[in-house]
């Protein structure tokens, strides 16, 4: 009578759903899978794009900044995100040697203090100066969708070319970034920005 009743007890039990078993995942683990670590060809192109911003830069301030930048470059940011905020926290006047622009999309005003703090940086004696408050030209351009400082810009990187720089400008958001490198090497820094998706001035 008892191995009839244990048997119905153990069919009873048996009969009972089981309870869904969750795997257990870390935070480190949840925080992963929501932010996935780029890609290695995208973390190698940063880098390379990092080694052209410090080229002007000796030593062991080359090695910091660019040690820096790299690091900018985390799991929840795309790399543009990442290079802009890197780029905007040092260009205040204390970075000047970093020879960086940081301007907002429509403050020409102070596209020359910039471009000659990157002048500067590299060593170059850029007689250029952009008359702001009568320069109207921006306006047209302002009609086919392009940014006020753009057009400033796009004069300054002429003068650069002469003294064989070129001044590489990036458009995030509602703000403009931007550095200069040797003009040997804009092709190859250019073709490093589309593969990180970072869109540059005068791209379509």
Partial sequence: MFSAIRRAWKNYIDSIPKPIEFESVSDREIAKELNPPHSQEIVDAYSELSNYIVAHLEGEIAVKTRA??????????????????WISA?????????GLLAVDWKAREEINWQIQRIAKAHAVDLAWQYEWQSDESWQSELRENEFPVEVPLKYAGNYFGKCGLSLIVIVQDDAVFGFAVSSAKEDRVREICGKLSIRLSGDT
């Fill in 68 to 85: 820096a930048i790299v690091r900018q470059l985390k799991p929840a940011l795309e790399p543009a995100e990442a290079l802009c905020d």
């Fill in 90 to 98: 040092r260009s205040g006047p204390q970075a000047k040697n970093l």
